[in-house]
């Protein structure tokens, strides 16, 4: 990892391997690495600053992860789809590829939408909070345990989380005036949703409810 990487209000997410193959259109079994699902992916950089910071911070699913292809994206020498090619969709005349990725660039969106999902439970959450959720709400496996430099806090919990964010800081309002006022807190099935001035919105911000 580099050192940017590394730095106090940088989150770098390394990847470990979330399952041990893939199945492509044909139904053909394929893999990467010959390695167990829930291992360190053998791609996944590390490294531990001179401040003492660890890089990765955290690992997440990043081994064999579906993705989204472009349309045009076939294999160059038969012009068909690629081995890693797992289904096809078509919509509007257009087809829609679908595949198998793996890197810490499927890793890094997974803890981005993660965090993207506790900050609209509490939006005044800073990079130092969210360090702290990540470390007391993180897994330690095995995995972790047999290389303790690769994986910074652990694998990211996303429900433990929230269940931690919530029971340290509640929802957090997240804006009030004196015409306007809108929180955000917990339906009863647990689902956050939005209340505003009497009305209620899901995260989306279509109305589900009215006074």
Request: negative net charge; aromatic residues 10%.
């Amino acid at each position: 990892m580099n050192e940017y990487g590394s730095t106090e209000n940088v989150i770098s997410a390394g990847s470990y391997q979330s399952h041990e193959n893939f199945v492509n259109y044909m139904g053909v079994i394929g893999k990467m690495y010959d390695v167990p699902a829930g291992t360190v992916s053998p791609y996944s950089s590390y490294r531990t600053e001179k401040y003492g910071l660890p890089g990765p911070y955290i690992i997440a699913p990043g081994g064999h992860i579906i993705s989204a292809y472009h349309h045009n994206f076939k294999d160059p020498e038969t012009d068909g789809l690629t081995d890693e090619t797992s289904c096809v969709t078509e919509y509007n005349g257009v087809e829609y590829l679908w595949g198998h990725m793996s890197g810490t660039s499927m890793a890094s969106p997974a803890a981005a939408g993660i965090i993207a999902l506790w900050l609209q439970a509490d939006p005044t959450l800073t990079t130092a909070d969210v360090r702290k959720v990540l470390k007391e709400s993180a897994d330690y496996d095995k995995f972790c345990e047999a290389e303790p430099a690769r994986v910074g806090v652990g694998k990211i919990n996303a429900l433990r989380g929230l269940e931690y964010i919530l029971s340290t800081s509640g929802i957090k309002t997240v804006g009030i005036s004196s015409n306007n006022h809108t929180t955000k807190r917990l339906d009863s099935r647990g689902n956050i949703v939005i209340e505003k001035n009497g009305q209620l919105y899901n995260v989306m911000g279509v109305k589900v409810c009215k006074d």
